[in-house]
């Protein structure tokens, strides 16, 4: 049976006017001269630059002179080698100073990709049949530079997205806090490291510290460790290594005067330098509690790491890496709630076929069991999930993606046993979904591609990527997928 699918005349399209100012920085030597210059100025001439700067920039940014004084104090190292003493600067001049170090980063600039959907955790007001939903999407900037927005707005009864206002006055996180590290689990996920340097043994580096530490007492360590060790080469690494992975760990808040269209989650770990890929949100259900998590690929230009990260409300974001001899490559999807007692999560560890993984544990995954290979022409290359499982009275629905002929990426769907998600109830043997003529131009040609979709009233409700550019959305007859995923092939 051909299954009908309606595409939506909604598209999210990339936007170059959605801006954030980030910190830069030129070197010590062009920044020593920076900051003398604008010492030497007198008070009016400070005054009148820093008005027009003000001018051209205040309506574009929240609290534009925050930021510039939050990156002048990120110039403390440079303060010291200048002997200059940060206090002794008056306001005006660290606002001006601040400015030389911002840059605007369009964050939007190059393409609006792979949404996934989730039920919003504020439904007071809604009409019976509607449901305020929140989208996450892959922002990709400058340098190919990739970050996690978002976009809000109500599904009505028939399945159209009324989207709420989308302002251009972007936040950052707020705060950002450090995370306590647990020694023994913080030795176990450097040793699950293949490329850890053993001629320097954890062990030994991070003896002085007790069963917890902050990550400012494990620099302080790092510290004492070379003055032990020496620096040559491959101890740098070694050190460098544990570092890097204290560093994958955080905590960030947002303000309540961001609107969640407003916030962006931007590469803030070393482990994630070069770009945030593809999260796949889900809303997570235990014991009558709700939280949302959402797995994503943190990228810092040479290797990945799978993170997740969880919150409540969209404001407060916990991140943390997945660890486990499993947890590798990309498009891990966890299950909306537990299985038989366990954490369950759909992987694709060897970067060809679908397995599924279960753990005590949400952040460590150590076995998994393959259940879906390719079978048909259309993804012969290539089968991954494309978001978490959904449960239905029929079984847990995965919509999954296929790479065939040409690299052309087509959508498909998984039908897993409820109580035994490693048995295939059945699957589509033709794509769900691939690009018409109108969607096989972008970025990369002839791509569809979703990291989430969720039921409303009686369909499915799928957001989409169109060509790894701009996103869009379509439903589909959950009864009429159900029905074709149960036929006997």
Not at 47 to 62: A, D, F, V
Not at 177 to 206: A, G, I, T, W
Not at 291 to 306: E, L, R, V
Not at 348 to 354: F, I, S
Request: proline fraction near 4%.
């Amino acid at each position: 049976m051909q299954l009908s699918v309606k595409r939506r005349k909604v598209e999210f399209n990339p936007d170059s006017s959605r801006v954030i100012a980030r910190f830069l920085y030129m070197g010590d030597e062009r920044s020593t001269i920076i900051v003398r210059s604008i010492l030497e100025l007198s008070d009016s001439q400070v005054m009148e630059k820093l008005n027009q700067i003000l001018r051209r920039y205040s309506r574009r940014h929240r609290n534009i002179s925050k930021i510039f004084e939050r990156h002048f104090l990120l110039l403390e190292n440079l303060f010291k080698k200048m002997e200059l003493d940060p206090e002794s600067v008056d306001s005006n001049r660290k606002y001006l100073i601040g400015s030389y170090f911002t840059m605007e980063y369009s964050i939007e600039a190059a393409a609006f990709f792979n949404p996934s959907i989730v039920e919003s955790p504020d439904q007071m007001g809604v009409l019976p049949g509607e449901k305020r939903v929140i989208l996450s999407f892959r922002a990709t900037g400058e340098g190919h530079l990739s970050s996690i927005v978002f976009r809000s707005g109500l599904l009505d009864h028939e399945g159209n997205f009324i989207m709420d206002p989308v302002g251009n006055m972007l936040a950052e996180a707020e705060r950002v806090k450090r995370h306590r590290y647990n020694k023994m689990q913080f030795l176990e996920d450097l040793h699950e490291l293949q490329e850890y340097d053993s001629s320097v043994p954890p062990e030994s580096v991070l003896a002085p510290l007790g069963e917890e530490f902050t990550y400012g007492e494990l620099e302080s360590c790092i510290k004492a460790a070379v003055k032990k060790f020496g620096t040559p080469l491959e101890k740098e690494a070694a050190f460098n290594q544990i570092m890097w992975l204290a560093s994958s760990h955080y905590e960030i808040e947002f303000t309540l005067d961001s609107s969640i269209c407003e916030r962006v989650i931007f590469p803030i770990s070393s482990t994630e330098q070069r770009g945030i890929e593809d999260a796949r949100f889900v809303r997570y259900e235990e014991g009558g509690k709700v939280s949302f998590y959402g797995t994503y690929t943190a990228y810092d230009g040479i290797s990945t790491m799978p993170k997740l990260i969880e919150t409540e409300n969209f404001y407060q974001f916990k991140v943390m890496p997945l660890h486990g001899s499993i947890a590798k490559n990309k498009g891990m999807a966890i299950f909306p709630r537990k299985i038989n007692g366990k954490y369950a999560m759909l992987c694709r560890m060897d970067g060809r076929n679908n397995y599924i993984a279960f753990s005590d544990n949400i952040t460590i995954w150590n076995e998994a069991r393959l259940i879906q290979t390719p079978r048909y022409s259309w993804e012969l290359i290539q089968v991954g999930n494309c978001g978490s499982p959904i449960e239905t009275d029929e079984g847990w629905l995965v919509i999954t993606h296929g790479v065939g002929p040409m690299r052309e990426y087509v959508l498909g769907a998984l039908l897993l046993d409820l109580d035994n998600p490693e048995i295939e109830i059945g699957r589509l043997d033709k794509p769900l979904l691939q690009t018409n003529e109108e969607e096989r131009d972008g970025y990369v040609p002839n791509v569809v591609y979703s990291c989430g979709a969720m039921i409303h009233n009686e369909d499915l409700v799928l957001p989409y990527a169109v060509s790894d550019y701009a996103s869009t959305y379509c439903t589909v007859n959950l009864n009429e997928l159900l029905t074709e995923l149960k036929r006997p092939k």
